[in-house]
């Protein structure tokens, strides 16, 4: 089962270049997030979508931009990158059952902004 | 605004060492509680789940509690080997299905 997929795995961007992440799950979750995480900073929500069709901003959207394609595709713009954006980025998806939700992560996109 | 605090920030045992990792919230109205492992450089794999209406969880050597009272949870770990050696995360969901986490504990467990 592949989960949740990211791609790529590694990108190095000049300042000032934007460029999309792209997260897929085949878990049929209706929830997904995009989070960075920082050194010692646990990971932070940049954005996640409850369902098909809806956004919403999360602890640290500045500088970011979100789609929600389908179910299965969230995707994760920068459209003016900055050195500040450096980071690991995860995608994770969830369903909520009515007793429980799990989330599940993607292996993470390592940034690095130039 | 929910904030989930981890302590210690780092921790390092000899192996064969029980050891306990806390994690505590700042508002209990938590869907459920979940423990992450992280290698470096990896992604997050799920250890436990504890559900709002439960005290704890267990599967194989790691024990997950919950108080949702007390905004406290704790991983217990037995006799720990160079294996787990790790950064653990612990993450709260709650209002909106969303998912708040804490900054980590980075484990070392020597031979």
């Known amino acids: 089962n592949a989960g949740v997929t990211q791609t790529p795995k590694f990108q190095v961007l000049k300042t000032g270049q934007s460029m999309t992440l792209q997260c897929a799950q085949d878990m049929n979750h209706n929830s997904m997030y995009w989070y960075r995480q920082d050194p010692g900073m646990g990971l932070r929500l940049i954005y996640y979508s409850a369902s098909e069709g809806t956004t919403d901003k999360g602890e640290v959207p500045n500088g970011y931009n979100v789609s929600r394609l389908n179910k299965r595709e969230f995707s994760l713009r920068l459209e003016s990158a900055a050195p500040s954006q450096t980071s690991v980025y995860f995608c994770?998806?969830?369903?909520?059952?009515?007793?429980?939700?799990?989330?599940?992560f993607g292996q993470g996109t390592r940034l690095t902004v130039v | 605004k929910q904030e989930v605090t981890q302590i210690p920030a780092a921790l390092s045992v000899p192996e064969g060492e029980n050891l306990v990792l806390n994690c505590s919230f700042t508002d209990s109205a938590i869907y459920n509680l979940q423990w992450f492992r992280q290698d470096p450089g990896k992604g997050l794999t799920s250890l436990l789940l504890?559900?709002?209406?439960?005290r704890e969880q267990t599967s194989g050597r790691l024990n997950a509690s919950l108080d949702k009272s007390s905004g406290r949870s704790t991983l217990y770990i037995a006799a720990s080997q160079p294996g787990d050696s790790a950064t653990y995360l612990c993450?709260?969901?709650?209002?909106?299905?969303?998912?708040?986490f804490g900054g980590g504990t980075r484990l070392m467990v020597k031979p």
């Open positions: 993450a709260v969901t709650h209002a909106g299905n969303m998912l708040t």
């Open positions: 504890i559900q709002s209406s439960q």
């Open positions: 994770a998806s969830s369903e909520w059952t009515g007793m429980n939700t799990e989330a599940f």
